[in-house]
């Protein structure tokens, strides 16, 4: 069993904030800020296809109900963001999908290097070639 499907089951320890048939919250223990907790479907699957559209569904409306109690909680809470990391090279650590959830506020030193990066911007042809991939793709599902 992977560490989140132990966790899950009560047979490693966790600070567990919520619980539903579906899915289970705890604080990540490596937090970017205080409050950062991980929606883990109950389920074990690696990546976000491999989850079923129920508990994909309910990993969003479980995010959806913790931004709203980090923004309603004692935690230093001016924002929220949500993400998720799908497969390594996107920055997945633990092979059990997962979505991140955590506080942000002014000056909390956190980035998401969104600026940093270099981003081009292609013009219409060629996003219109790239929109054509993707929906041969989408297409084919
Ligand atoms: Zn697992």
């Known amino acids: 069993m992977c560490i989140f499907c132990r966790i899950a089951s ?40 491999d989850l079923s559209p129920e508990d994909a569904g309910q990993m969003m409306r479980v995010g959806q109900m913790m931004d709203q109690a980090l923004r309603q909680s004692q935690l230093h809470c001016e924002g929220v963001n949500l993400f998720l990391a799908d497969g390594k090279a996107a920055g997945q650590e633990v092979g059990h999908v997962h979505l991140h959830v955590f506080p942000r506020f002014e000056g909390d030193d956190f980035s998401l290097n969104l600026e940093s990066f270099d981003r081009s911007t292609p013009g219409r042809e060629q996003l219109n070639e790239t929109a054509k991939k993707l929906k041969q793709a989408v297409d084919s599902l």
């Open 10 to 49: 009560g047979e490693l320890p966790a600070s567990v904030v919520y619980e539903d048939e579906r899915t289970i919250v705890f604080l990540d223990i490596q937090p970017i800020n205080p409050g950062h907790v991980l929606v883990v479907p109950k389920t074990h699957a690696e990546s976000l296809a």
